[in-house]
């Protein structure tokens, strides 16, 4: 299922045209304004060196990464960062199915990362409880996240993610209304995937979050799943628009006031990458899908 070497590069010249040139927002931009695209090593199947080489040469700005618990990882990740001049943003979670388990679990992670004095990351990225979580339960990791942002200047977000506190875009709402300060991690197809739709009904919620929006994860989904196949592909045409469409206006947000915007390049490897029946074969191939995103999304906001 793989095309050629030649085909594949016209057909990703071709969509990045199209797209970059479908009228950008152009708000006034402030000269601090920075649009920072970072990798993912999700589905990377080499050494954490092969991975930071091959990120460097294809032009990202840093990587996206779980905050390492032992310190050998950590020391590795970070003489890996320091080599190839990469910035980095971390990733945190609890995973005990038991709410105060899962809290201890996440605080512990969060709070190292936090305070690690080696390389300050753009960001903090929250997996943050459990979508069975009630709202008061939900509502310690969020104050938790504040407090610790305050404290040490970094951005921390809580990602628009299925199964975790922000799973669903009411659910989400109630969070915002509530809670002044909680600030995003805008991955919208999860919510396409949940809501069965490009969320036309749900406009209001949208506005509300995309105010709140410090970091994205680009990728597509649609109404039946969190990534289509192939953003080149023409079927996808009205996702992939839907999707610009919200991302535009965070970028319009940070111009105006010129902040920074980091955005990671997240499709996934099977099985989020819809495969062949019986091979398992990669309908696309998930590197050069992410690297299409990054040259898509610098040309448009920063060209």
Request: aromatic share 10%; hydrophobic share 35%.
């Amino acid at each position: 299922m793989q095309t050629s070497g030649s085909a594949t590069t016209a057909l990703l010249l071709a969509s990045l045209e199209g797209i970059a040139s479908s009228h950008p927002p152009n708000p006034a931009m402030k000269d601090t304004f920075k649009l920072k695209l970072l990798a993912t090593n999700w589905g990377f199947p080499g050494s954490l060196e092969e991975y930071c080489t091959k990120v460097k040469k294809e032009g990202y700005d840093g990587i996206e990464i779980w905050w390492p618990l032992e310190k050998k990882d950590q020391d590795e990740l970070f003489a890996s960062l320091k080599k190839h001049e990469l910035e980095v943003g971390f990733l945190c979670a609890g995973s005990d199915d038991n709410y105060q388990k899962h809290f201890d679990q996440f605080i512990q992670m969060i709070d190292a990362a936090a305070k690690e004095s080696i390389q300050r990351p753009l960001y903090i990225n929250c997996h943050s409880g459990r979508d069975y979580f009630s709202y008061e339960q939900g509502k310690t990791f969020i104050d938790h996240t504040i407090a610790l942002a305050k404290s040490t200047g970094i951005k921390i977000c809580h990602e628009t993610h299925r199964s975790r506190l922000l799973y669903s875009a009411p659910v989400a709402k109630h969070y915002m209304e509530t809670i002044p300060d909680l600030r995003v991690t805008f991955d919208v197809s999860h919510w396409c995937n949940v809501h069965e739709s490009l969320l036309e009904n749900q406009m209001e919620t949208i506005n509300m979050t995309l105010q709140r929006v410090d970091h994205i994860h680009a990728r597509i989904g649609h109404p039946e799943g969190p990534q289509v196949n192939d953003p080149r592909a023409p079927e996808w045409d009205h996702a992939v628009k839907a999707h610009v469409a919200w991302w535009d206006k965070v970028v319009e947000f940070k111009k105006q006031k010129g902040d920074t915007l980091t955005v990671l390049t997240e499709f996934g490897p099977p099985d989020y990458m819809p495969t062949l029946p019986y091979t398992r074969q990669p309908l696309a191939d998930q590197w050069a899908v992410n690297v299409y995103m990054m040259q898509l999304l610098r040309s448009r906001y920063l060209a």
